[in-house]
């Protein structure tokens, strides 16, 4: 779950099926590979059969998906073969091999046709990381995130770009709603508090760890109830304190179950946050997801008091 240039969102099979020629049936073979007459006669253009085919398939391929790949006909073969039989009314097609730069040329007719642009860095990147950043302030979940970028791709008529791209785009607007969380806090959040959510977030044996705030009584033996109200008096003086911050941070629902399950998350791996990186680390310190986890520790421990 740490943020990285690797950020891990879709799973392999996920990524090929994106990534990769789509399997049709026969019947949306017809439907994807049909013709109309202003693409019949971009087709015409383009002098060798063998290509025509290509051409046809790889733009039925980007109306399923709009996804600029690259298969070779060994991957596509039957595909290749029914438009060379059906919809060229030829005889079928020998394998062949498609330069990059034959390829470019056809997805250049293929943009056009389809009013479509290629993913350009310098033209695209900062709005769609704009638009992610304010998407991210309501959930900032990698999938969401990720899905909100195909959306966003697809209204404004932009090819998916390369999965790398998307992951490195999800990082950085990650970083930036935590960077934009961090300001907050460091306004909201008095020193007092921080030191005391640092003590918890850092130590181990101090019967106040992020293990001990997770586990909760293991049973209803007066032993266990002790310890239970032991850390309950321990939060109780910064309880109102730690409300009025989560609740002037204003944080979405869904961001609020999202930083609460990286303590979880990390607190299931030993109660401290060093699996974190650096800056991720020093986020965690300060970012809503302990204050939001803590205040809803105290008011459940109160809870269970009554």
Sequence with gaps: MAISNELSILTQAEQRDLYSAPQF??????????LND???????????????????????????????????????SIDMQFIASQIQ????????????????????????????NKWNEKQHLNALCHHLVYIGHAWLEPRHLFDAAIEYLASHNIAIPKYSVLQRLI?????????????QLNQLTSNE?????DNIITTKDD?????????????????????????????APWHTQINDVVDRLNLSLKNRQHFSGLIDYYGSKGGVLSNLSRSTSRMSLRSAHKLTHFSQTSENRRVRKV
């Design 207 to 235: 019967g106040l760890s992020l293990s001990h705030l997770r586990g909760g009584a293991k049973s209803l033996t007066v032993p266990e109830l002790k310890k239970e109200l032991a850390i309950y008096h321990r939060l």
């Design 89 to 116: 009314r030829g005889k079928g097609i020998r394998p062949f091999s498609v330069s990059k730069m034959q390829r470019d040329r056809i997805y250049s007719r293929i943009l056009r046709l389809l009013n479509y």
């Design 171 to 183: 990082s950085r607007t990650m970083q930036q709603v935590r960077k934009d969380l961090t300001l």
């Design 38 to 76: 202003v693409e019949q006669a971009e087709c015409r253009t383009i002098r060798l059969t063998k290509h025509r085919c290509y051409f046809v398939a790889l733009l039925g391929y980007f109306k399923s998906k709009p996804v600029i790949i690259a298969p070779s006909f060994r991957d596509i």
């Design 193 to 197: 508090l921080n030191v005391f959510l």
């Design 25 to 34: 049936s026969i019947e949306e073979q017809r439907l994807y590979f049909s």
